[in-house]
Nanobody, 124 residues
């Protein structure tokens, strides 16, 4: 089992920045990649970004490219999501996820482990 704990959400004005963190524990060696997803009220959960645990290659949703950056610190077993130039449409609950697979990282069913989520609210 892998446990994931997110932190760093909050309320920010449009144009501002936030950094989310996701600390992993448990069977870390089984993780091949980690991702961030988000879910706004009344909408389906959507892919935001993913990173391979060892090589560090990244993938982003088109809606966040150039504004969000995913990174990881293997020594701390932590993945980060730096969010800049935030927009009201970025408002959602953000979830961290982990998977032993390296394919289709934009698909939520690829992931076996999920955090509890952290709320991000961007005011206009």
């Amino acid at each position: 089992q892998v446990q994931l704990v997110e932190s760093g959400g909050g309320l920010v004005q449009a144009g501002g920045s936030l950094r989310l963190s996701c600390a992993a524990s448990g069977r870390i060696f089984s993780i091949a990649a980690m991702g961030w997803f988000r879910q706004a009220p009344g909408k389906e959960r959507e892919f935001v970004a993913a990173i391979s645990w060892r090589g560090g290659s990244t993938n982003y949703a088109d809606s966040v490219k150039g504004r969000f950056t995913i990174s990881r610190d293997n020594a701390k077993n932590t993945v980060y999501l730096q969010m800049n130039s935030l927009k009201p449409e970025d408002t959602a609950v953000y979830y961290c996820a982990a998977t032993p697979r390296l394919l289709k990282l934009w698909v939520h069913s690829t992931y076996d482990y999920w955090g509890q989520g952290t709320q991000v609210t961007v005011s206009s």
